[in-house]
């Protein structure tokens, strides 16, 4: 059951008021800006524990997206470990396909009581950007979603689907054409149409309050996996294991287990090439504390503060930065960031569609080659869960090429 | 405080016109052709120069102003190369203000102590460090001011009253009202509503008020300079630079588009 831990030893009790994880978060953000966030976090602090918001959540997220979504004992694999019990949490299971409708339909929600009657996001990957095309035609609010050049050649299927979902995407050419310049592009929308539009930020990163925001939203995948590992179980896990880009769904899974000194915790980063080829995405790894969209968190940037391109085999972990709650637990040495390679998320991927069935998204796969690397070390009744927090049908043709076949 | 901002405004209100407050990008298209272009900018009728440090990701700026940070950090720019271009400049010119505007990551990197030193060392007149709101004072903008360095922010069209009155808190040099609701070098505004503003703004504050954000011509410069202290002129700048380009211009053939430009905007002051 819940230890009692005082609030100040808390690792569970940031922000502060003005959105700080100790030096990291705030809000760094141009004056034009400013209002529009005052209002954001105005409307958040009025709504995030109003009956009747929080059952309006509870029935998408039941009715619309499935949750909760099964822990699943991974037998085959754990057998094929021979270590450590592996559990997955199945987000992939949700609509859509991954686990951003839970922040998606969390922000919505908050919109349609501020009155908003646009919708703005950045996308990379495409799977934010789905998740946000299908609560804007859920609820019949125009939605205009902001994607790379880059991004949008190499994640063709997804842009169609956000068009079907009545989605207009827009394409970024300026900068990098990636996710921190469709981000960059959906901020400048959003001061030149201060009066009517919501921008549904699709990580735990931004100025105050959207990492909180957006933790709390996630928190129902660590809250489930709580209920069903003590259900099935009776006791907490040894083990959390997920994958960080902008670290969304690592936050979800984590932030209910922080306080637990039992539980060790373990961050992925995308390792791309490998960290010394400075071809990768890992922030905490291999960057240095910046700010940038708004908030003050680990960047990969360059020794005069410009802001370098990240590299992944996985577009959703193809970002620069990180959310700030995750460079405060970094420092506070709460979780273990670790990386891991595209070759290393190639071969779990392929794993795991041959022992259990299941094609999991490249982003998973990081977490999922950490597992391989430690569940064997560890003894039987020890207990890993990974958050599985994606499904791979979006990454078959970039999976194909890298393994060198042709469809 | 620097005093060159303030002998200035004292200086145009004799005069009885409003001042020219040129933009350009530190370095673009590269470091010679921006020395060239900064250095007649005051010749050219330019009162107070404005100089972007260039960023990877200007977040509140347009293509315009994006673009030419890309061709200066694309051909060198750092933030040594900036400070040493207003070092160059104030061999010459020790009367015109300068303003350096950015955004913080690049000043959190070279250290923000530091750069407040080099800052005062090389005879720059203030800062406005776009993605700095007062909320994050305590980041820059205290010991900007205790180093005597003027913190100029901006107001908007969505600011209202009690929003005003906390940008002009720690606000020194000047006000820079932002016309629209947007980026720059995007739509412009609507000159009576603007005129309403700036009067309102007045009304909590005696610091001259400086008005951009799309404004791109001379008779533009000329309506807000009826009852803004200055005008601010900076993507059309930028995109005279970019076309020149693609004309192949030569460098001092690139600084004169510019320099022409700029006299053409102060004529409408005069």
């Known amino acids: 059951m819940n230890p009692v831990v005082p609030i100040t030893d808390s690792y569970r009790s940031g922000p502060d008021d003005s959105g700080h994880f100790g ?3 705030g809000r760094f953000v141009a004056e034009t800006l400013m209002p529009l966030i005052l209002e954001v976090n105005q409307a958040w602090q009025q709504y995030r524990n109003d009956e009747n918001y929080l059952a309006d959540i509870k029935y998408y997220a039941e009715h619309y997206v499935g ?5 699943y004992f991974a037998k085959r694999l754990t057998e094929h470990l021979d270590g450590a019990k592996i559990y997955f949490k199945r987000d992939e299971l949700n609509h859509t396909g991954s686990h951003k409708i839970n922040n998606t339909l969390g922000q919505i929600l908050l919109a349609r009581r501020m009155k908003k009657h646009r919708i703005i996001a950045e996308t990379g990957a495409g799977q934010h950007g789905v998740a946000a095309a299908t609560v804007c035609a859920l609820f019949d609010l125009p939605c205009v979603v902001y994607m790379g050049e880059t991004d949008i050649e190499r994640q063709a299927p997804n842009v169609f689907r956000m068009k079907l979902l009545g989605t207009e995407v827009v394409p970024v050419t300026s900068g990098t054409a990636t996710l921190k310049d469709a981000m960059n592009e959906a901020l400048r929308d959003w001061v030149a149409n201060v009066e009517d539009t919501f921008y549904i930020i699709g990580t735990c990163a931004g100025p105050h309050p959207y990492p909180e925001m957006v933790r709390e939203f996630q928190s129902i995948i660590g809250r489930e996996t709580r209920d069903q590992i003590m259900q099935y179980e009776n006791r907490l896990p040894d083990v959390l294991v997920a994958c960080i880009g902008g670290g969304s769904n690592s936050i979800g899974l984590f932030h209910p287990f922080l306080d637990e000194s039992s539980v060790q915790i373990i961050g992925v980063e995308a390792g791309g090439l490998g960290i010394d080829t400075g071809q990768h995405a890992a922030s905490l790894t291999g960057g240095q504390p910046g700010v940038l969209h708004g908030n003050r968190t680990y960047l990969l940037q360059n020794a005069d503060g410009q802001i370098r391109d990240a590299y992944s085999i996985s577009a959703g972990l193809d970002y620069p930065g990180i959310g700030p709650e995750h460079s405060w637990l970094h420092e506070q040495g709460r979780i273990e960031y670790v990386s891991v390679t595209d070759q290393e998320a190639l071969e779990a991927f392929q794993v795991c569609c041959r022992t259990e069935g299941i094609i999991p998204a490249l982003e998973p796969s990081h977490a999922l080659a ?15 869960v990974m958050n599985m927090c994606g499904r791979g049908d979006k990454d078959v043709f970039a999976v194909a090429e890298a393994l060198g076949e042709t469809l | 405080m620097t005093e060159r901002l303030e002998t200035r405004f004292e200086a145009l209100k004799k005069e009885g016109r409003a001042g020219l407050v040129t933009f350009i990008t530190a370095g673009d298209p590269n470091p010679e052709t921006s020395l060239e272009i900064l250095n007649g900018l005051p010749g050219a009728g330019a009162d107070i120069i404005e100089l972007g440090m260039p960023f990877s990701d200007p977040m509140a700026d347009g293509p315009a102003i994006q673009l030419s940070s890309q061709r200066a950090l694309n051909n060198g720019a750092s933030m040594i190369r900036t400070l040493d271009m207003v070092n160059s400049f104030r061999e010459r010119d020790d009367a015109t203000p300068i303003i350096l505007m950015g955004y913080f990551n690049p000043i959190y990197r070279y250290g923000p102590q530091r750069f407040l030193d080099d800052a005062i060392s090389i005879g720059v007149d203030g800062l406005i ?3 700095l709101p007062p909320e994050e004072d ?6 900007c001011l205790t180093a005597g360095l003027n913190w100029i922010r901006l107001t908007t069209p969505a600011s209202d009253n009690n929003r005003i009155s906390s940008v002009l808190r720690n606000s020194s040099g000047f006000v820079y009202h932002v016309a629209i609701t947007g980026i720059t070098g995007t739509r412009s505004a609507e000159i009576g509503e603007l005129e309403a503003t700036v009067k309102r703004i007045r009304t909590q504050t005696s610091l001259p008020i400086a ?10 410069v000329r309506d807000i300079g009826r009852f803004a202290d200055a005008v601010v002129v900076g993507s059309a700048l930028v995109n005279t630079v970019k076309s020149a380009l693609e004309k192949k211009l030569t460098k001092r053939q690139i600084a004169s588009k510019v320099h022409d430009f700029v006299t053409e905007l102060a004529t409408g002051l005069r």
């Open chain 1, 23 to 25: 030096i990291f978060g």
């Open chain 1, 67 to 71: 949750r909760p979504s099964p822990l």
């Open chain 1, 370 to 384: 950490h597992v391989i690397k430690i569940a064997p070390t560890m003894s039987r009744d020890q207990i890993i």
């Open chain 2, 211 to 220: 008005v951009g954000f799309g404004v791109r011509s001379q008779s533009q």
């Open chain 2, 138 to 143: 305590d980041e820059l903008c205290h010991a």
């Open chain 2, 129 to 131: 460090i776009v993605d």
